[in-house]
């Protein structure tokens, strides 16, 4: 099995939508993107009466998402994890608020929504 550097580089690769945004910042940035995008997902859902279990689960994974980033930030030696990824959270929230609600992205957020659910299943999370 290729180690994790390895294949979190393959990802990257194989997902050029995200391969940019994601040579240009941290992974703590990147796993903190991908929890507010299973957020917006989960809003989005929510906004549309989908199935609420599915929708919970979506949560959930943002969640996951958010504990796997400040985990790595503090591998990364960001002095106060919690601090830093909530600020990521907000700014990044807006980002994708806005990305959602435009058509002209849809296949590059589907790219991101795809590296997020690889680089969640590399790190062991459990997504729907």
């Not at 504990?67 to 909530?86: C, F, L, S, T």
């Amino acid at each position: 099995m290729p180690s994790r550097p390895t294949l979190i580089s393959a990802l990257v690769i194989c997902f050029a939508g995200a391969a940019d945004a994601q040579n240009r910042q941290p992974l703590s940035t990147s796993l903190t993107e991908c929890s507010v995008i299973f957020t917006e997902q989960a809003e989005l859902r929510a906004r549309r009466n989908k199935d609420q279990t599915t929708t919970d689960a979506v949560l959930a994974s943002a969640a996951l998402f958010v504990v796997e980033a400040r985990d790595q930030a503090a591998m990364e030696g960001i002095k106060n994890p919690y601090k830093h990824i909530q600020s990521a959270q907000v700014r990044l929230s807006e980002t994708w608020h806005v990305r959602f609600g435009n058509l002209a992205l849809l296949n590059e957020n589907k790219d991101w929504i795809d590296y997020c659910r690889a680089l969640g299943k590399d790190r062991g999370l459990t997504l729907p």
